[in-house]
């Protein structure tokens, strides 16, 4: 069964929209945590935003804000004011564990164009 | 900038030859971890050593990959006799402890002829 799902492959938006990248996760574990990776065409992994599942509010950094619905299992990303920078691929990520966890498992990822 | 340093970036290999990837943690971080992302696809989870011990190797292929975190010098990625299905992208990651955020390098493209 896949831990972490990325159901749209691509996504448009127009610059200075605001856009929302949708990612749900499978895990019996109490203990884990949500993690975005932005990775342009340069290939780098940039870290995004961390969301801790016994954390109560919502994470927030600067534009990138995580949705973090817990009973429906959703952790999706959202970017307010799309800029031309932001065109990349974006994956969702999740460590179960807790303070004991090390693997990290990524969903396949959301490809998304910013339009000028 | 002491962020996770990965070379070569990118290396070539022929079918056959043996690939070596090094990968220096953070400064002070001794958990270091490897992952693999296939084109199109997102990183799958490879090894987790600290230094001198191989932790987990569950993600690793059991034949061919071997992976060394020695207690002096950067972590290694060995693909003996690599084939065209090993061309990847090859990520590694550190943290200071085992549940702390992970810290990816930029990774290693390889490509084998």
């Known amino acids: 069964a896949q831990k972490i799902t990325q159901t749209q492959p691509g996504m448009f938006v127009q610059e200075k929209e605001a856009v929302t990248l949708d990612c749900t996760y499978d895990?019996?574990?109490?203990?884990?945590?949500l993690f975005w990776y932005k990775q342009p065409s340069s290939g780098e992994m940039i870290f995004l935003i961390y969301?801790?599942?016994?954390?109560?509010q919502n994470a927030t950094e600067g534009r990138y804000s995580l949705n973090f619905q817990k009973a429906r299992k959703s952790a999706n990303l959202v970017i307010s004011a799309s800029q031309l920078g932001d065109s990349a691929m974006y994956f969702c990520a999740m460590r179960e564990g807790g303070a004991g966890g090390f693997k990290t498992i990524f969903g396949a990822g959301t490809r998304l164009f910013v339009k000028a | 900038n002491a962020g996770v340093m990965q070379n070569p970036r990118h290396l070539v290999r022929r079918r056959g030859q043996e690939a070596r990837l090094r990968c220096s943690p953070m400064?002070?971080?001794?958990?270091v971890y490897w992952y693999r992302q296939l084109p199109e696809e997102g990183l799958k989870f490879m090894v987790y050593?600290?230094?001198?011990?191989?932790?987990?190797e569950s993600g690793m292929p059991k034949e061919r990959f071997s992976a060394e975190f020695p207690k002096e010098g950067p972590s290694i990625l060995r693909i003996q006799q690599v084939v065209r299905g090993d061309s990847a992208a090859y990520f590694c990651a550190s943290s200071q402890t085992i549940g702390q955020p992970q810290h990816f390098g930029d990774g290693t493209r390889l490509s084998i002829l």
């Open positions: 969301q801790g599942s016994y954390d109560q």
């Open positions: 050593l600290q230094k001198e011990n191989i932790i987990d």
């Open positions: 895990t019996s574990d109490p203990s884990y945590g």
């Open positions: 400064k002070g971080h001794s958990h």
